[in-house]
């Protein structure tokens, strides 16, 4: 029982993780149904342009400013050409291309970096653990915990008290009709795909110091947050943070009692909660249409 | 297409057009194919080319085509016979790896193969292989069963087994840092070896294990058992996790603050793997089964050793790892045995195979042994530097010490207590 403070601490900040990937996947796929599998891959981008910048001279605080915005380029290029015209279509087809996007990142990224994995550390005044009296914990996790939190606190001020967030709130309610109003709707499409992939950046930048840096690493995280979209519920914010912590903690509390079951524990949540709640803990019906 | 529909006119213009471009394309390419296998030793690559061991499975391949290279410049082997490889990817899968398996010997006419890395997919090529009476070398996976209970008349191993690795590492750890030991573990044939290679060990020497932690293969987060650690206060942390698995843990391990408090160590640690950590996290003391560098490993004037070091640093930019060697060692003896016995039969490549001495690029020598057909060659301990020389950025290993084969493999004696070879009639 000693061990099982630290362990709920550890694994609020690993659900925090998961809920700012999750609610870059949700965001994308509340408006337009495009699930994005290539969401990993566009964190692993953003993982290896930051090792680039800081091997070019440039320090982590540059890196983790710019090579978000780099991938939102990207992302948003590959919005225009490719996915836009499946918006709004059978989610299968966005989730194929996407899925084979994601297989021409990893060999794109295995041919110019290779296939070994590249080192990036978090900035020299994060790479110690702090006495937190219950445990030591890494000072570069309890910096993700905050800039989480700031991303969170961002996004919810963007959703909820700009034009461009109540009418991305209005197209998710209802796009022909917000169209048939005048909006921009392209240009919706386009802000919104760009936010979910910024959001994806931050967190491949944030991920990159923590874990490994190879061209798989993103994908691994991918599975994670997709059960954490399903869990805390489509088309809620609060539900990808809810579901977040809960994996998070739920990985962590069986890591403590049965490691060999780390993995599947997530999903016999998933199977438990969608049991119980189809459309997760705080989704809203119908959310696909 | 109208409405979204298929019909009979689009069907037949769609189909004519695939296949006039696979006439013009594709045909041709088969039928290279089915001419060069006539007078070609097709040899079969079975590895792990995407997942977390993808970059160990690069430096094996690279070895192992340098080694062709060689045997193709000298004219090829069986008076003239040019040697080909086929790779196939089994993804890590041990499944896949024996359908791969079984393409390579039945599609692709490959009458020899080798891999790979995870043991547990050599374990089933190693099986799938023997069904067919295909001689098989498993290049780099460890776990003792290859050439253990599970071994088998048309099986080879070039690497370290775990015993191997557990025995050259553990005595010197315990004596090094003290005995009370926390493992953490990949969940796996592989790892469940070395945890029984340690446990013998640790029997011996009376060591306490105080935690036993078995990792998912592919786990990104060490942290749950991170902290059990710390809580531990052990006087030694074994990190039996490789590939990505093992950047994850000691990156994560590093930022815990474990590092300064409890020293670090291992049975084995990878080249590909340290290249990938920063500079805080380069730290330990671990076995490694060939280092490019250093008299104790390649011998003074070691021709062999030398002319592969240069070349492969040529070629490919980066110093050969242990998994290159791996990959070179297995190919050149796999090829050296087909010329020597002039056959692919397996049972007589196994026969010319066994018991014979031979140099490479290692000081001393070493021969596939009779009882169980484990490659018999030293291991090295050392220790990692965070950084490279000054002439050297990748040269980040102090060797230490150096065990030799017998006295760290299990004897004859006991390896014939398990492993029993079907040989065919």
């Known amino acids: 029982m000693a061990h099982i403070a630290p362990e709920i601490f550890n694994g609020l900040i690993l659900g925090a993780f998961y809920a700012v990937v999750a609610i870059g996947l949700s965001l994308i796929m509340n408006l337009t149904g495009t699930i994005n599998m290539a969401h990993g891959s566009f964190m692993t981008l953003a993982g290896y342009l930051a090792f680039a910048l800081v091997s070019a001279g440039t320090n982590y605080w540059f890196a983790l400013a710019v090579a978000p915005i780099l991938t939102l380029i990207v992302g948003v290029l590959m919005e225009r050409t490719l996915i836009r015209p499946l918006y709004h279509r059978d989610p299968v087809y966005s989730l194929l291309l996407t899925f084979g996007l994601s297989l021409i990142a990893e060999e794109t990224y295995r041919l110019i970096w290779g296939d070994n994995g590249v080192p990036f550390s978090p900035p020299v005044a994060l790479q110690n653990a702090v006495s937190l009296g219950f445990t030591y914990f890494p000072a570069y996790r309890l910096f993700i915990a905050g800039a989480l939190l700031v991303i969170i606190i961002a996004l919810v001020f963007f959703l909820q008290r700009t034009r461009y967030g109540l009418r991305l709130r209005a197209a998710v309610q ?26 994806a950046g931050v967190a491949g930048v944030l991920a990159a110091g923590m874990l490994g840096l190879n061209p798989q690493s993103g994908n691994a ?6 059960v954490t979209v399903i869990v805390g519920g489509m088309g809620s914010i609060f ?25 599947i524990a997530m999903y016999i949540l998933m199977a438990v909660i969608l049991l119980v709640r189809p459309r997760g803990l705080f989704g809203e019906e119908g959310i696909f249409g | 297409m109208s409405d979204g529909k298929l019909d009979r006119k689009s069907f037949l213009t769609t189909t ?24 070609t030793l097709r040899v079969g690559l079975n590895y792990e080319y ?16 340098m080694a062709m290279d060689e045997w193709n410049a000298r004219g090829g082997v069986m008076g003239g016979t040019k040697i080909e490889a086929v790779q196939e990817d089994n993804n890590n899968n041990p499944g896949n790896a024996v359908e791969k398996a079984r393409k390579l010997i039945l599609v692709e006419h490959c009458p020899v193969q080798m891999g790979s890395i995870n043991s547990s997919v050599s374990l089933a090529i190693s099986g799938a292989c023997n069904a067919l009476n295909v001689f098989f070398v ?29 025995h050259a590492t553990g005595y010197s750890l315990a004596k090094k840092f003290g005995k009370k030991w926390y493992m953490i573990i990949p969940d796996y044939a592989f790892g469940h070896a070395l945890q029984a290679g340690y446990h013998a060990v640790g029997k011996q020497i009376g060591v306490d294990f105080v935690g036993e932690d078995l990792t998912p293969l592919g786990t990104t987060d060490f942290s749950p058992y991170l902290t059990k650690v710390l809580a531990a206060k052990p006087d030694l ?42 500079k805080e996290a380069r730290v330990g003391y671990w076995g490694v089964e060939w280092y490019y560098k250093g008299a104790s490993v390649l011998g003074g004037g070691n021709k062999l050793a030398d002319a592969f070091v240069k070349k492969y640093r040529d070629k490919y930019g980066t110093p050969p790892t242990a998994r290159s060697a791996f990959g070179y060692i297995t190919m050149d003896r796999l090829l050296w045995t087909v010329n020597q016995a002039k056959t692919t039969n397996a049972a007589k490549m196994a026969k010319t195979l066994e018991g014979s001495h031979f140099n490479s690029i290692w000081e001393g020598g070493g021969y596939y042994r ?18 490279g020389t000054a002439d050297d950025k990748y040269d980040i290993f102090d060797i230490v010490d150096r065990q030799e084969a017998e006295a760290i493999e299990q004897s004859v004696d006991e390896k014939k207590a398990v492993c029993h070879m079907n040989w065919p009639t």
């Open chain 1, 174 to 199: 209802d796009h022909e009709m917000i169209a048939a109003l005048g909006t921009n709707t392209q240009l919706l499409y386009m802000i919104n795909f760009g936010l979910g992939i910024l959001i």
């Open chain 2, 237 to 278: 942390l074994l990190v039996l996790v490789q590939g990505d698995d093992f950047v994850n843990c000691l990156k994560q391990t590093t930022q815990y603050g474990i590092v300064g408090k409890v020293p670090i160590g291992g049975p084995q640690v990878e080249l590909e793997a340290v290249w990938a950590l920063p």
């Open chain 1, 221 to 226: 995280l991918l599975m994670p947050a997709f």
């Open chain 2, 16 to 39: 004519a057009a695939v296949t006039s471009a696979g006439l013009v394309t594709g045909f041709p390419a088969i039928l290279r194919s089915r001419a060069s296998a006539a007078d």
């Open chain 2, 370 to 387: 009779d009882v169980d057909h484990q490659l018999m060659w030293p291991m090295w301990v050392g220790q990692i530097r965070a950084q």
């Open chain 2, 138 to 166: 498993d290049s780099g996976g460890h776990a003792d069963a290859v050439t253990g209970e599970k071994c088998e008349y048309s099986t080879f191993r070039t690497c370290h087994s775990t015993w191997m690795e557990t």
């Open chain 1, 239 to 263: 539900g990808a943070v809810a579901g977040g912590m809960l994996i998070g903690l739920t990985i962590s509390i069986v890591t403590l009692y049965i490691p060999a079951a780390s993995e």
């Open chain 2, 50 to 65: 995407t997942g977390v061991y993808a970059a160990y499975a690069q430096s094996e391949t690279r070895g192992a085509l």
